[in-house]
């Protein structure tokens, strides 16, 4: 009997939320800063808290960290599952539960880059229509709604007879949507001020 799709679901369900959750924005800005996050601002730990509260080198690290556990995950899928298998989406979902529930981030920039480390084009379609999207309407929620309903699109698209993909990146979106609307904005912050 072989068992690497139940090794591969364990690692998806498993060990791809405890990646989401390793709080790496949070120790690369302190240990760039000696700033705790969680304690400044909004109490986010995400990318653009560590731009706006450890500046451009600790929002690097962040931004570096955060797609790298994206990348990883569909790697880590890949040890189990073909190449591209709808899996890899569904470890990009358990990554992001993962990031929300002990790191409290939204995980997009986990999805933009296991995204694009599962389907190349379907990344690049999402970001290029987006991006024109916002440069006419110049708001920055439509904008980011508006990309979730455009990957659950494109990703049906590029998958026309295999719904189980399209479902798989509904359950993304739906699931970034509704953090989105659980956590505050960090760009919404005027002051830095300490929670302490």
Not at 24 to 39: K, V
Not at 119 to 124: E, F, G, H, M, V
Not at 155 to 184: D, K
Request: proline share 3%; hydrophobic share 50%.
């Amino acid at each position: 009997m072989d068992l690497t799709p139940i090794w591969g679901s364990l690692t998806v369900f498993i060990a791809c939320p405890l990646l989401g959750g390793l709080p790496l924005i949070d120790w690369i800005t302190y240990a760039l800063t000696g700033r705790q996050l969680s304690r400044l601002g909004t109490g986010n730990v995400s990318v653009s808290a560590a731009f706006y509260h450890g500046g451009k080198v600790a929002g690097i690290g962040a931004v570096l960290s955060e797609a790298g556990k994206g990348i990883i995950a569909v790697l880590l899928t890949r040890l189990f599952f073909p190449m591209g298998s709808v899996w890899e989406i569904i470890a990009i979902v358990a990554l992001v539960m993962g990031r929300y529930w002990m790191g409290k981030g939204a995980g997009t920039t986990n999805a933009v880059w296991g995204i694009a480390a599962h389907d190349a084009i379907a990344a690049a379609l999402v970001c290029l229509i987006s991006l024109v999207g916002f440069t006419v309407i110049r708001d920055r929620q439509t904008g980011k709604y508006s990309a979730l309903v455009l990957l659950v699109i494109i990703v049906t698209l590029r998958h026309p007879y295999h719904l189980e993909y399209g479902m798989a990146a509904f359950a993304l979106a739906s699931l970034i949507g509704w953090i989105y609307q659980n956590i505050p904005d960090d760009l919404d912050l005027s002051t830095t001020g300490d929670r302490s």
